[in-house]
């Protein structure tokens, strides 16, 4: 089955519109090194940068059953200009800690809305064979978002203030606002047929009752997602401990995400090639189990590479998204994939908000090496859940 070309043109926009989100949500755990030395404790700064994951937790779900009802087209265009609304209200407020925060937390509910809708405008222009790879790229927008926010937010903080760095989340937020509203068209969906009489319609047939396939797959993203936000959240504090300066350390964190996402490709790509999504992700959690007890003993060893390591590590702990992400689409199938991904990201912001205090706490009583250790047994507690078979609508 041959690929539309209107397909790419669609997937183009949908990283570009995710990764705009990311960038705004992103930006508060990068200031956290500026909040910390302005006298914030370190948990405090947790809780600030969990903010906006905290927004998108509370708004996926009803973000998916509005995309279900409306189509995508309304909820990416209309979700990011109030995202930009909420970047001018955290400019306003940038001098108050409180006000920001508050501002980051409505960020996150508006810029939840592109999540479940662009993952559906990926499953329903792509062929089934072809999805891996195009979640794979798609699945490229938040790290890419996260090296937007690691190479300007800490800079331009550093030397101009916070509001210096909220110039391109705006910028970036408001123009694709008006390039989504112009740009996307709903995917074709099969039509809702009436069922006969006495018969139950299976077209709007509530996948999660039919089978634990999708509610294991959540449980199982929630626990590999702890080590991912664990990194980005924390790895830049990490390199400053280790004697790093914030800039660099902060590019370092941007190009460990560039090079995740890359990594995001090749293992939807893979599990095109596999026919298999729960496969390749066996793998991956096994994976991540391995490089977060490298990092905790390269936290002990105090390594000279640990550069190095942390690219790993990121591009490792970033990999399963996009897997578990088509897995969810294809098993809820297309009445029903935008409120199964809105409930698959949040599960995962739940477990990501409570990474910020969390592990800050963590670090400020065990230190990172422990820290890492314990984050590192998730992954392994993820593997028997990970179901043996697909399964799917196509």
């Known amino acids: 089955m041959t690929t539309p070309r209107r397909a790419w043109t669609m997937l183009a926009l949908g990283v570009a519109a995710q990764a705009a989100g990311t960038l705004v949500v992103s930006a508060p755990a990068l200031l956290i090194p500026h909040l910390v030395a302005q006298g914030m404790p370190l948990a405090s700064a947790g809780l600030f940068a969990a903010a906006p994951t905290i927004g998108l937790v509370l708004t996926l779900i009803a973000w998916g059953a509005v995309t279900d009802r409306v189509g995508e087209r309304v909820v990416i265009a209309g979700g990011l200009a109030l995202t930009t609304v909420t970047v001018v209200a955290a400019w306003l407020s940038a001098g108050n800690p409180v006000l920001l925060g508050v501002a980051f937390l409505a960020a996150g509910m508006t810029s ?11 499953v329903g222009w792509f062929p089934k064979e072809r999805r891996g790879l195009a979640m794979g790229i798609r699945q490229m927008s938040q790290p890419l978002g996260v090296t937007l926010a690691a190479v300007t937010v800490p800079q331009l903080t550093e030397g101009s203030g916070i509001r210096a760095a909220l110039v391109l989340p705006f910028v970036l937020s408001a123009v694709l606002t008006v390039l989504c ?12 047929t009436a069922p ?10 509530n996948p999660y009752r039919s089978s634990g396939f999708l509610w294991r ?15 980005s959240t924390y790895g830049l504090v990490w390199l400053v401990g280790l004697g790093w300066s914030t800039p660099a350390a902060g590019l370092l964190v941007g ?3 560039f090079v995740g996402a890359v990594g995001r490709i090749l293992v939807g790509a893979w599990s095109d090639r596999a026919r298999s999504r729960v ?9 991540a189990a391995a490089v977060m007890g490298v990092m905790a003993l390269v936290d002990v060893s105090h390594w000279a590479a640990a550069a190095v390591f942390l690219l790993v590590a990121t591009s490792v702990t970033v990999a399963d998204n996009g897997l578990a992400y088509t897995s969810v689409a294809e098993a809820a199938g297309p009445s029903w994939s935008g409120r199964a991904l809105g409930t698959q990201n949040t599960g995962q912001f739940l477990a990501a908000s409570a990474v910020g205090p969390g592990v800050g706490a963590l670090v400020g009583t065990l230190g990172f090496a422990a820290s890492f250790g314990l984050v590192a047994v998730l992954p392994l507690l993820a593997l028997p859940l990970v179901p043996r078979t697909d399964r799917s609508h196509d």
């Open 112 to 122: 939840a809305s592109t999540n479940a809708a662009s993952g559906r405008v990926v």
């Open 255 to 257: 190009v460990s995400q």
């Open 181 to 192: 509203a112009a740009g996307i068209v709903d995917p074709p969906r099969p039509a809702r």
């Open 196 to 205: 006969a009489p006495g018969a139950a319609s299976t077209t709007a047939a």
């Open 279 to 287: 496969g390749p992700l066996r793998v991956v959690a096994v994976s």
């Open 217 to 231: 797959v959540h449980a199982v993203s929630v626990l590999l997602v702890v080590p991912q936000f664990t990194l």
